[in-house]
C-alpha cells in the first residue's frame, strides 16, 4: 500500500513538471526509501508513462500527435544537458561529437564526451551509448559566446594544420550569426592559432 502511494506520487510530481523534462530516483528521497523509489519507478516505466535512460535516470517523453510519430526520444545532447541541469554544472561537447554539432562532420558517435566543471562521470545508458563527463578548469568553460566556445574545443579536436578549407568555409558561415564584439572577448580563452583563425575569418 505504501509503495503505491508512492507511485502516485511520483506520477503525480512527473506529470505536474510537464512531458520533455528529465526526472531523477534522487527527487524523490522524501518519499520514502531509497529501494520503494527505484521500485516504483520500475513500474511507472513498465507502463510506458516514462522511459528510463540509465540508472536512476528517466524521461516523461513528448508525444508527436500531428505527424503520428508518437513518443519522442530525447537526443544524446537532452539527455547530457538534462544531467548538467540536475547537477548545476557547465558542459561542452568536444571530440566526434563538437564536430558534429558544427556540421563539420555527419559522423553520430555511440560514445560521446562532454567538458565540464563539475565532477568526472560516465553514464552508461539502456540503449548501449555512453556520456563521458570530463572535469576541465571552470576557466575554460567562461566563454560569452557559445559558439566561439563549440569552435574552440572542435578546433582542437581536429589540430593545428590540419583545419581544411571546408571547415574554414563554414566556420566562417556560422561566425556571421555572432557579433564580433561577443567572441572577440573569447579570444584570450582560445589556443592562439585558434584566435588567429577565427579573427582572420572576421576580417575577409
Not at 19 to 40: D, L, M, W
Not at 99 to 127: A, C, E, H, V
Not at 151 to 176: C, N, P, R, W
Amino acid at each position: 500500500m505504501e509503495s503505491k502511494s508512492i507511485e502516485n506520487k511520483i506520477i503525480d510530481n512527473i506529470k505536474k513538471c510537464g512531458r520533455g523534462k528529465f526526472t531523477f530516483a534522487s527527487n524523490f528521497v522524501h518519499y520514502g526509501e531509497q529501494k520503494s523509489i527505484n521500485k516504483a519507478l520500475e513500474r511507472i516505466a513498465k507502463e510506458n508513462i516514462i522511459i528510463r535512460i540509465s540508472r536512476g535516470v528517466y524521461y516523461y517523453p513528448k508525444i508527436e500527435k500531428a505527424l503520428g510519430l508518437g513518443v519522442l526520444y530525447p537526443t544524446l545532447e537532452d539527455i547530457a544537458e538534462g544531467i548538467a541541469k540536475r547537477d548545476k554544472v557547465r558542459i561542452v561537447p568536444t571530440g566526434q561529437y563538437a564536430l558534429n554539432r558544427l556540421g563539420f562532420s555527419t559522423q553520430i558517435p555511440m560514445n560521446i564526451q562532454y567538458l565540464t566543471d563539475g565532477s568526472n562521470r560516465k553514464l552508461t545508458l539502456d540503449n548501449g551509448a555512453t556520456i563521458q563527463f570530463k572535469h576541465t578548469s571552470p576557466k575554460n568553460l567562461a566563454f560569452n559566446s557559445h559558439l566561439a566556445m563549440l569552435l574552440t574545443f572542435a578546433f582542437k579536436s581536429i589540430g593545428k594544420g590540419l583545419i581544411t578549407d571546408e571547415i574554414l568555409t563554414q566556420t566562417k558561415v556560422l561566425l556571421a550569426k555572432d557579433k564580433e564584439q561577443i567572441v572577440k572577448q573569447d579570444y584570450k580563452l582560445m589556443p592562439a592559432w585558434v584566435s588567429s583563425i577565427i579573427k582572420s575569418l572576421y576580417e575577409k
